[in-house]
């Protein structure tokens, strides 16, 4: 049966978690927006007091979307923060309560609609987009429209276009409604989510989370039903379209009587964990997200909770590690990606300072906040940098291309992987 739409009144700021917080201002320090701008309108204790106001029928006004806007939604401030609050659910609300109240010209809505009804639950829209983007690219076009400025007509499409991955002809996660069976006996019985633009930019990432698993014991599953997992939706206020995915994706999985559902993407994982709080005012799926989301495992979390396969070789590399935000904050993992890599013979892990401080990736923040994106990223690099190792180790695909974007304009050539390349690389004969 088909689900129904919640009454807008569920998707703002819940009175009874504004309440949780006293204004101690413990989580300023853990803020990025904070400790960049030192501007308390831009630190969680101010957004929630915006929050507040507005909920007590202050105007939807400009500064506040600003102030909204700027946020990471990196939940930062919920682990500092000691009287849990729950800031993520709160910012998600908030934007989707300015979403709900938001006019665009038609010709942005469309574009906004297509990307975010369209194409990014299509992999076949998007692999075309991706074959679109290499020959853009290949072709010289993308010379000579950055030559000529042209891009600059249309603001921030020149900004976009900039942040586009380099020419690579596209790849694809070609294991849909595939099954890979364990290396050895079976133990395990798992299923694997592609995600969405993870299918077209980190196919190969996939394929090694499919061989890692298994070397350990796992028989892989890819169903075909799946789709993507409503995250950027959620983050951008599209409440209504994120819970169709939702359902979409509880029908396709729910029954196929999975050990564990897997993710190496940590801010898909920390969506698909909590997809039940999507349904707190829909009985039908209230229950049934909250079985599928028990199934939810981070990649990082799966195999560090299982006896590993030891039989890898020497990785002679210095390594530290980047917690994304989703799995340190959203999920609260933080030990399991670093028992991971001491696992693997050879390997020196080096901590960073500040490791949990967020990258500026944030989804597609890097996009839409570009400037103070690229100020964290700075930030970022210069505890990257005085780990002094050669390898940067994270735990989700945006982190990836934002750490790689960081080394490029101020990295020491460092390496940027995920921890199951590094383990996949380990199992792999040389
Ligand atoms: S969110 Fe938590 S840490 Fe921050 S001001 Fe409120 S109660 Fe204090
Ligand atoms: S989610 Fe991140 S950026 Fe937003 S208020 Fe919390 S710590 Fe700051």
Same mark, same amino acid.
């Given at each position: 049966m088909a689900g129904f739409d919640i009454l807008p009144q569920f998707d703002k700021p819940q009175q009874r978690d504004l309440d949780?917080?006293?204004?101690?201002? =413990?989580?300023l320090n853990s803020c990025p927006t904070y400790r960049v701008l030192g501007i308390e309108m831009d630190s969680p204790r101010g957004r929630i007091y915006q929050m507040v106001q507005v909920q007590n029928g202050a105007a939807l006004s400009e500064s506040y979307r600003e102030h909204i806007g700027l946020c =990471?939604?990196?939940?930062?401030c919920e682990s500092a923060c000691p009287s849990g609050v729950q800031y993520g659910r709160l910012v998600e609300a908030a934007r989707a309560e300015l979403e709900a109240n938001t006019q665009r010209h038609w010709t942005a809505q469309a574009l906004r609609d297509f990307v975010f009804?369209? =194409?990014?639950?299509?992999p076949f829209l998007l692999r075309t987009a991706a074959t679109l983007l290499w020959l853009y690219q290949k072709s010289g076009l993308q010379a000579v429209v950055r030559a000529t400025g042209? =891009?600059?007509?249309?603001g921030k499409l020149a900004e976009l276009e900039k942040l586009s991955p380099p020419a690579q002809l596209p790849t694809f996660?070609?294991?849909?409604?595939k099954v890979f069976p364990a290396e050895?006996?079976?133990k395990y019985k798992v299923a694997l989510l592609g995600g969405c633009i993870a299918n077209v930019s980190f196919a190969r990432l996939n394929e090694a989370t499919v061989r890692v698993l298994q070397k350990n014991a796992c028989e892989v599953h890819v169903p075909a039903d799946q789709t993507c997992c409503g995250a950027l939706h959620l983050h951008s206020g599209i409440r209504a379209e994120a819970r169709r995915l939702a359902r979409r994706n509880i029908d396709a999985l729910?029954?196929?009587?999975?050990?564990a559902i897997l993710t190496n993407s940590a801010g898909c994982g920390s969506t698909l964990k909590e997809y039940h709080e999507l349904f707190e005012h829909e009985p039908e799926y209230a229950e049934k997200s909250r079985q599928f989301s028990e199934k939810i495992k981070d990649i990082n979390e799966f195999l560090a909770s299982i006896p590993l396969n030891p039989a890898m070789r020497q990785l002679p590399l210095t390594v530290t590690y980047q917690d994304s935000c989703h799995l340190a904050?959203?999920?609260?993992?933080?030990?399991a990606p670093r028992k991971l890599l001491q696992a693997i013979p050879g390997l020196q892990f080096k901590e960073m300072p500040?490791?949990?401080?967020?990258?500026?990736?944030?989804?597609i923040y890097n996009v839409l906040q570009t400037e103070l994106s690229m100020q964290i990223l700075e930030r970022k690099m210069e505890l990257a940098n005085s780990a002094a190792t050669q390898v940067i180790a994270t735990a989700n695909t945006g982190c990836m291309l934002q750490l790689r974007a960081g080394v490029e304009k101020h990295g020491n050539g460092q390496r940027v992987a995920h921890v199951v390349e590094l383990l996949d690389e380990a199992y792999r004969e040389k």
């Open positions: 949780k917080c006293v204004h101690c201002g =413990l989580c =990471l939604a990196c939940r930062g009804t369209d =194409l990014l639950p299509s042209l =891009l600059g007509l249309f996660f070609a294991a849909y409604g050895g006996d079976r729910a029954k196929g009587g999975f050990d904050h959203g999920q609260k993992i933080r030990a500040l490791s949990d401080l967020c990258c500026g990736s944030a989804g």
